[in-house]
Nanobody, 117 residues
Framework: QVVLVESGGGLVQPGGSLRLSCVAS????????ISWYRQAPGKQRELVAH???????NYADFVKGRFSISRDNFVNTGYLQMTSLEPEDTAVYSC???????????WGQGTQVTVSS
């Protein structure tokens, strides 16, 4: 059974940093594009950042210059480094993996990030 497990969320003050991790099991991680999404209460889920199997990245405009996505295929883990956090970044952050060239994809259960003083 494929499992994506996120961790690293929590409560942080404005201006602070967090690093989210997404550990994948039972998939060939290196053959999957990885994305981070977030969903705030009462809002639609939105794409935050994306990294391809080749390491190409792209970001939503609202996180450019503050967040960084990366991956380590040796430990089947994707990361989202978040800095200069703002209250507006408060949301549940979820990891998504999609096997390249297919519509086969997987979601993690999400991790809560709360930015508040």
């Amino acid at each position: 059974q494929v499992v994506l497990v996120e961790s690293g969320g929590g409560l942080v003050q404005p201006g602070g940093s967090l690093r989210l991790s997404c550990v994948a099991s039972e998939i060939l991680f290196r053959l999957h594009d990885i994305s981070w999404y977030r969903q705030a209460p009462g809002k639609q889920r939105e794409l935050v950042a994306h990294i391809t199997v080749g390491g190409e990245t792209n970001y939503a405009d609202f996180v450019k210059g503050r967040f960084s996505i990366s991956r380590d295929n040796f430990v089947n883990t994707g990361y989202l480094q978040m800095t200069s956090l703002e209250p507006e970044d408060t949301a549940v952050y979820s990891c998504h993996a999609q096997r390249i060239g297919t519509r086969i994809d997987y979601w993690g259960q999400g991790t809560q990030v709360t930015v508040s003083s």
